[in-house]
């Protein structure tokens, strides 16, 4: 069992952390503020290759695997850019590049592919609706075959990017819920070019993440082509798990480096200030204390993630990926909100002032509790899956 990077693992690193070097706290300060997409390092990300890394050679990518995207991610976040190092990739590269590597058709690959490894070809997926929420099997977003073509008609909501995107994946019923015999049945992925009339995207105001929009969308008679479904008709559950699963893996990396950031902040400042008796108030054990027990975390969820990120590459049953995701997503929101609660205790008064950046990573950390599922989500799919425990809520 080796824990050591490749040498191309450790090229990537430190490839993320020269870019996050370029594209600082400063600079997503001022993004978030004024709610702009951050362009400049979109393009810098993209010249690099990380839109890329987990597609192959000959569609333009590296030709890498997740486990080296979750690194980037991580040492982006970490090393200045927060949730953002993360957030734009997962949106093109995961929701995108992935599901259409990895479920797509030829066709779709090579439609697709060479304009997400570019970056010239952002994505989204619209999946989570109004009266669903996380029982993803009841949407209601349907599609009807219509000879050569689909219909699409639904509501989606939280649906990140959606503003820019050249591409979106929609998760919608082929077979009405009331008509299937298990409740995961006759559910498919379709691919989708926009603009498109049909498609009205109307964006969220909300708490933080504002250098990224995330809307609200309506889908009134969407005609795709036959060629737009992601195979197999009405049995993309499994296909949809296997986009989930690095979902949740790169929200466990953001986290990571989101609290590998304010640490770094906090210790920073807990050496150099001093109050009362003259020492560093880094010497107080009340502050070691909380944020080497959070570092000791995150160093635990890092070895669950890349395990994750490991056996999701070697193309281990998503049941398998999911319980090792999940237990490492589920230590992360514990002990980075803890990371970044105890910053912004370091920082006193000034961790709350928007100079300090402090006050941002705690927004943005706080979506990792709730997104893509809440943490009592996590702990329910643990205790079920993992321990053989009763299924603690209703399927419905």
């Not at 099997?137 to 050249?166: E, L, Q």
Request: glycine fraction near 12%.
């Amino acid at each position: 069992m080796n824990f050591e990077l490749s040498e191309g693992q450790k090229m990537i690193v430190n490839t993320a952390r020269s870019l996050a070097g370029e594209f600082g706290p400063e600079y997503w300060r001022g993004k978030d503020e004024a709610g702009e997409f951050g362009g400049e390092f979109w393009l810098a990300v993209s010249e690099a290759g990380f839109t890329g890394l987990v597609i192959p050679e000959e569609y333009g990518g590296a030709g890498s695997g997740t486990t080296e995207l979750m690194i980037a991610m991580e040492e982006l976040a970490a090393g200045g850019c927060g949730m953002a190092g993360a957030w734009y990739l997962i949106l093109s590269e995961v929701f995108g590049g992935l599901t259409v590597l990895r479920h797509g058709t030829l066709d779709q690959r090579r439609k697709y592919l060479p304009g997400i490894a570019s970056g010239k070809l952002e994505f989204c997926m619209a999946l989570t609706e109004p009266d669903a929420g996380s029982n993803t099997p009841n949407i209601r977003t349907s599609a009807k075959r219509k000879g050569d073509y689909w219909i699409i008609d639904g509501d989606k909501t939280f649906i990140s990017g959606a503003d820019r995107a050249g591409g979106m994946l929609i998760i919608a019923r082929t077979v009405p819920r009331e008509r299937v015999s298990h409740r995961t049945d006759g559910i498919s992925l379709f691919l989708a070019d926009l603009p498109d009339s049909a498609v009205q995207v109307t964006p969220i105001s909300k708490h933080g993440i504002n250098y990224s929009h995330t809307c609200s969308v309506n889908i009134v008679n969407l005609i795709l082509p036959a060629g737009a479904l992601v195979p197999p008709e009405g049995g993309g559950w499994n296909d949809l798990l296997d986009t989930l699963n690095p979902e949740r893996m790169s929200f466990t990396a953001a986290g990571i480096g989101i609290a590998r950031l304010a640490i770094h902040k906090a210790v920073q400042y807990a050496r150099e200030r001093k109050v009362f008796g003259g020492n560093p108030i880094g010497s107080y054990q009340a502050l070691q204390f909380p944020l080497a027990e959070a570092y000791a975390g995150l160093e635990a969820a890092r070895l669950l993630n890349l395990k994750a990120a490991d056996l999701f590459d070697r193309g281990q049953d998503p049941a398998e990926v999911g319980a090792v995701g999940n237990m490492a997503k589920a230590i992360v929101v514990e002990y980075a909100t803890k990371a970044v609660y105890w910053a912004m205790q370091i920082f006193g008064g000034y961790g709350y002032a928007r100079e300090y950046d402090v006050e941002r990573w705690w927004r943005e950390v706080n979506l990792i509790r709730l997104a893509p599922v809440t943490q009592q989500m996590t702990l329910g799919f643990i205790g079920e899956k993992v321990l053989g425990l009763p299924k603690s809520y209703a399927a419905v």
